[in-house]
């Protein structure tokens, strides 16, 4: 799973027919205390997340498996929105 945030929507008049009905994101992979790292990726909308939320993406087979994406050509799906982060600090 891939921990990211929002930071844009895409627009595709033309594409392929199994995606009419998604809504696509453009999604920035975070590090757990909200750095920002790697590239920007686009996903395919399962769970209805808005601009700037944080959420849970999953990609090449697993992105698949969301939703209702079983035939449709994707590589990566927001599958949760994430309430709140916790980092558990290790014991000396």
């Known amino acids: 799973m891939i921990l990211g945030k929002i930071v844009g929507t895409v627009v595709a008049t033309r594409k ?3 995606l009419v009905s998604y809504k696509l994101l453009l999604v ?3 590090e757990p205390d909200g750095t920002p790292r790697g590239s920007q990726l686009v ?3 399962t769970v209805d997340a808005g601009a700037g939320e944080t959420v849970l993406v999953v990609s090449g087979s697993s992105a698949r ?3 209702d994406l079983k035939d449709t050509p ?6 949760g929105i ?5 980092v558990a600090t290790p014991r000396r």
């Open 16 to 18: 392929d027919e199994r």
């Open 28 to 30: 920035q992979p975070i």
């Open 43 to 45: 996903a395919v909308d």
């Open 65 to 67: 498996m969301a939703g």
């Open 74 to 79: 994707v590589d990566a799906a927001i599958v």
């Open 82 to 86: 994430v309430d709140s982060i916790e």
